[in-house]
């Protein structure tokens, strides 16, 4: 059993930065891929950015392109999202979430494992 919890989250204006963080414990970290996803009111929850075990493979939505960076660092089971040109529609609860090693972690129905989710709210 794997557990996550995420910080990092808050207000901050259009433009500005913020960088979430996700710790794990309870399982082998660098066995599962880590993602990002997000959830706004009224909205589905929806992929933001996904890392593999090793670490050597990335992929974001392109929504993010360009200002959104994952990283992970396999000795401290940690994995970051550093957010940078933050829109408004970039405001929604943030979650972090474990996949099994060969799953590709970008639609939610393939997480093993949710951490509670952090708020970020950008405004205009």
């Known amino acids: 059993q794997v557990q996550l919890v995420e910080s990092g989250g808050g207000l901050v204006q259009a433009g500005g930065s913020l960088r979430l963080s996700c710790a794990a414990s309870g399982g082998t970290f660098n066995t599962y891929n880590m993602g990002w996803f997000r959830q706004a009111p009224g909205k589905e929850r929806e992929f933001v950015a996904v890392?593999?075990?090793?670490?050597?493979?990335?992929y974001n939505t392109d929504s993010v392109k360009g200002r959104f960076t994952i990283s992970r660092d396999n000795a401290k089971n940690t994995v970051d999202l550093q957010m940078n040109s933050l829109k408004p529609e970039d405001t929604a609860v943030y979650y972090c979430?474990?996949?099994?090693?060969?799953?590709?972690?970008?639609?939610?129905?393939?997480?093993?494992?949710w951490g509670r989710g952090t708020q970020v709210t950008v405004s205009s």
């Open positions: 890392i593999s075990w090793s670490g050597e493979t990335t």
């Open positions: 979430a474990a996949g099994r090693a060969w799953v590709l972690l970008t639609t939610p129905e393939l997480a093993a494992y």
